[in-house]
Structure formats: C-alpha cells, structure tokens
C-alpha cells in the first residue's frame, strides 16, 4: 500500500492494548476512518532505548506479534517502519562476532574503530569539541575483545547502540538487506532514524556532513524505489536542513510546527506561525507529539531566542504537571533541546486549545501524525515518569483496553476524532493551499481547494475559538462541521 494522505497514528506496538492484535482491534472498532496510515515504533526485538537499539531486523519481538501480524495491519493502514540507519545493538550478531573475533571476524570493519578513523588513533581535544554529540565526552564505548585487548568503537547515543560505519561494504550491505526486507515486508515508507549521524568524517562535525549524507540518502531510495516504498529522514536541527532535503524531493518532517503552534497559543500572535506556514514543505509529515520531547532547536530563527525562552517558560507554568527537571539529567533526558511533555498537558489540559492545535496541524501543508496519547487527549503520566526516572515516559502512558474504552467517551476525543475523519474524507486537501491575509494578529485564516471542494479554518488564537466550513456539493452551500 502506497502513502496516502490521510492522517498518520504514530505508536508503539504495546501501548494501544499489549500488542499488534490489539492494536489492530482498537483501531478498527474505534479509528478506522481516523487514521489512514500507522507508524509503528520499533517492534524489531531490541536491546535498549524501547526497540531503538535493534537486535535484528528479520524478526518481530515475540511478545508484540509476528510479521503476519504487520502484514494484516498493512492491508488496513499503510505503515511505516523504521530503520536506524546510525546504529545496531550491542547484542546483535555483528558485534558479537568482532568482539570475540576481532580482527578475524567478517564484521571487523562493521563499526567505526578509533584507531583507523583518528590519525593517531584518538581525536585532539578540538576534534572533539567539532563533534556534534550526546555525550560531555568523545562518542564511544570500550571493545573487551576475547583475546583480553580493548578498543574504542564510535558510539553515538546509548551504550547499547554502537555506530554502523558508512566506509564498510558489509555495513553497506546490511542497510541495503535490512532496507529490502523491511519494504517486503508491509512497509510504505521507511523512516531513517537519527539519519544526520550516519556519516562521519575528520575534522568535521559528524552532523548532516554533505556532499557524502546526500549520497547515503539518494542510495536508500535507489533501494526502495524498485519496491515503490518511500523514505523518511529524521532530523531534529535547524529547519533548513529540511527545507534543503525537501528541495531533493524527499519527504521530511515538520518538527517546527509544535512550538510554533505552542508560541502563538500562549501569546495570542499568529505572525511567526503564518510566516513560517507560508514557506515551509508540502511534501512533509506534520507534528505536534512524538515518543521524544517537544523540540525546541527546530524553532531557531523562526521564533527570536526570546520568544522561544518565553515559549519554554510558558509551557512550564501554564502546562499541567510538567517541571524542568523532567527534561533534565536527573531524567535520563540525552537532549536538553526536547522538552518532556504531553501536548495536551502543554495546552492546561484545555480542550478547546487542544482542539484548535489540532485543526491547525490538520491544515497545515503535509500530512497529519497524531502520537497515540495525542490521539486520546492523554495528560502528562507522573506515575510512570517517577516509577521509571525516564522523562520521555511523561509521554508514553500504556493504555489497556479497557482504559481505551473509557478515553474514547471523552468529548475532546470524540470531536478529534470527528475532525481527523473530516480531514481525511473530504478532497479539498488534496488540492491548493492558502493563508490569508486577516485583520488582527490574533486571527488565522487558512483554506484548502480541489476543484468544486472547499474547507476553510477561521481561528482566534487568543480565545481558542474557530470555525470549519466547507462546500456541500449536494447542495452548493457552505456548511459549519
């Protein structure tokens, strides 16, 4: 099934109930014209960092499902998979065999090794400083090989997920196995997790390094393409890196949206938020919330730094139950650029600015993702954030069933749900896009035409008050939603 556009859940495989089956159950009973495409967070079976540190990627986690289990949910939804182009896990086979073989071992080029990619086997204190990195150190973990030697590898994030090296044919020719097998099976489109770390180089800041990242991207989708599967970069840093991919054609995401929104909400001003909707990619997947925090590096230049310190302030003391420390060491937290929030709770947990973010995203160019908290209302989860000391888990509630049952009465819900299969019926979207010119900066006016179909979004940013009308063509006349 190829991409549609129509509305994106994003969710992990055990969170809408225990597991692929469940999934599948809710979704049909409750969202089955909701949603249109599904993006299932890593259900490889994995080693750290909930399924980011992959062991294979030929297997489905056993206690998720199996892969007839993502087969049957691609005959619904298109889905898209992920794969984390910068890294494998520390117990996949790979690594396994270079630690006990090392350089005996068919994957003895498999990792980036400090003492081949440093001219003198580690980097100066000023290459260090150049990296763009996660860690208050240089990025890598020590090699205990089984002959009693140790060596440092190239090690982005977690310790559990060590760096593939772009250099090495059989690390090329496990991306390129792993990309077909995926796209064989149910994928529509492959998201490339964490893809501006992939490549590294000397002397640079081992982020987005051009010419060679544009290779590494053209490469996957001479992959994909024979397949008819597309291919989805993600990147959290300045939003020209997207408008720069987007100029190649490839899709991209919208991480800019979130706080943008949540400036002109807080403030009252849609300014930045037009001006940023009037130039930003049509061939992208729109956010509010995803499994991480709320991006703030996204935003620079698009909002002053003082306009984004005012947003982050805001969003502590108008957002309910969400403290800095959230976001912080103390939490596990790896990027002091993400805020750890639901985004419901970052509106107060008031329904009609929720609603109103929602119907703005459903608007803007690109096609709408709702996290599946987000799709459910979900307030900031303390119990698990304290329970687990990981403050990504303020965002990561794990709903049963029954719970699922009782969050879908819930009116704010039921109207998002109304919205999200308007969105996702009526063909204006699929057609051409204005924003127009309006007497207030409180107001926002944007429409959507294909042909004889119409929609059209008034809002007030202060008041939270909006209104969706749109072109009955039984009749001719413009009817409210």
Not at 235 to 262: G, R, T
Not at 388 to 397: A, L, P, W
Not at 443 to 468: F, H, M
Request: proline share 3%; charged share 30%.
């Amino acid at each position: 099934m190829s991409v549609k556009n129509e509305i994106m859940l994003i969710t992990y495989a055990d969170s809408i109930g225990e597991n692929l089956k469940d999934l599948s159950n809710v979704l049909k009973k409750y969202f089955k014209d909701a949603i249109g495409g599904v993006h299932i967070l890593p259900f490889f079976p994995s080693s750290a960092d909930r399924g980011f540190a992959p062991i294979t990627y030929q297997e489905v986690d056993e206690k998720f499902g199996t892969w007839e289990d993502i087969e049957a949910l691609s005959e619904d939804f298109y889905l898209m998979h992920d794969f984390m182009v910068n890294h494998i896990s520390r117990q996949s086979k790979f690594y396994k065999d270079f630690q006990k073989n090392k350089d005996n071992s068919p994957y003895s080029d498999f990792f980036i090794r400090y003492k081949d990619f440093w001219e003198n086997g580690e980097p100066t204190e000023e290459e260090v400083d150049l990296i763009y990195k996660r860690k208050p150190r240089a990025p890598y973990i020590d090699v205990n090989f089984s002959d009693g030697t140790t060596e440092k590898i190239w090690c982005t994030f977690a310790e559990e997920q060590v760096d593939l090296n772009m250099e090495s044919e059989v690390a090329r020719k496990f991306i390129k196995d792993s990309l077909v097998y995926l796209a064989e099976h149910g994928a529509s489109i492959i998201r490339l997790d964490a893809f501006a770390y992939a490549v590294k180089k000397a002397g640079t800041n081992c982020f987005f390094i051009e010419p060679d990242i544009w290779e590494l991207l053209d490469e996957a989708k001479a992959i994909l393409e024979p397949y008819n599967v597309d291919i989805l970069p993600e990147i959290h840093e300045h939003y020209s890196i997207q408008l720069k991919i987007a100029d190649q054609d490839h899709w991209v995401y919208d991480f800019s949206l979130p706080m943008l929104l949540l400036h002109s909400l807080y403030s009252g001003s849609t300014n930045r938020l037009t001006a940023w909707l009037k130039k930003c990619p049509s061939k992208q997947f729109t956010t509010l919330d995803t499994h991480d925090g709320i991006g703030v590096v996204d935003v620079k230049d698009l909002l002053s730094d003082e306009e984004i310190e005012m947003t982050r302030e805001q969003l502590y003391s108008r957002g309910s139950n969400v403290k800095k420390v959230y976001s912080s060491a103390a939490y596990d937290n790896l990027d002091i650029y993400q805020i750890n929030c639901t985004y419901y709770s970052a509106l107060g947990n008031n329904d009609d600015a929720y609603l109103l973010a929602r119907a703005i995203q459903f608007f803007a160019p690109g096609i709408p993702q709702v996290y599946y908290v987000g799709l459910l209302a979900g307030e900031n989860d303390i119990e698990l954030l304290e329970k687990t000391k990981v403050g990504r888990n303020i965002n990561r509630h794990y709903y049963t069933k029954e719970e699922i049952d009782k969050e879908v009465e819930k009116p704010v819900v039921q109207k998002l749900i109304k919205l999200m299969e308007f969105r996702n019926s009526y063909p204006a979207f699929d057609g051409d896009y204005t924003i127009h010119d309006t007497s207030s900066e409180e107001l926002l006016e944007i429409s959507w035409q294909n042909g004889k179909y119409e929609a059209r979004l008034a809002a007030n940013l202060k008041s939270y008050e909006y209104t969706i009308e749109y072109r009955d063509l039984e009749t001719g006349e413009y009817r409210a939603l």
